[in-house]
């Protein structure tokens, strides 16, 4: 999928609009995260997903030939620039949303296995001379359902 532009005012107002777009969905999910509520974030996914590919390739294509935008109205190319900035800010408070949740939720996988392993009976075994020692560590193994 590429854009199809009639010229370099063209392209650089559709990069603009796709810009926007993506920095206005990312802004959704990054508020979803730092709310506690990643579920609400799941509705923007799909289309996250297809405008940043769109966002990739035309980017990697302007960078690959500056020319493509190279003769627009300095005013667009401005405009250009300053959705370009707001993207890049809005991926960075959305790294740290992801960050933080990714922070709590292996706090908690840890504070679930710690619990189990702490309620489960402490194994025993024979050490040397056949003396029992009560001190053998084990692994604990827990199952997590993705739908919980």
Known sequence: M???????????DQLVILTERLTNLIAKEATAFENR???DAAQ????????ANLY?????RVRANIAL???????????????????????????RALNAAKT?????????AEEIAAQRAPASGYGAGGAMNHHVSTGTAITLNKKA
Not at 2 to 12: I, K
Not at 56 to 60: D, F, L, N
Request: charged share 30%.
């Open 44 to 51: 923007y996914v799909e289309e996250t997903a297809k405008l």
């Open 56 to 60: 990739r390739h035309e980017s990697a």
């Open 2 to 12: 590429a854009l199809a532009a009639s010229g370099p005012d063209d392209r650089v």
């Open 69 to 95: 935008i190279s003769g627009a109205d300095a005013a667009l190319r401005q405009r250009l620039i300053r959705a370009t900035e707001a993207f890049d800010a809005v991926l960075a408070r959305q790294a």
């Open 37 to 39: 509520r990643p579920q």
């Open 104 to 112: 709590v939720t292996e706090g908690l996988v840890r504070a679930v």
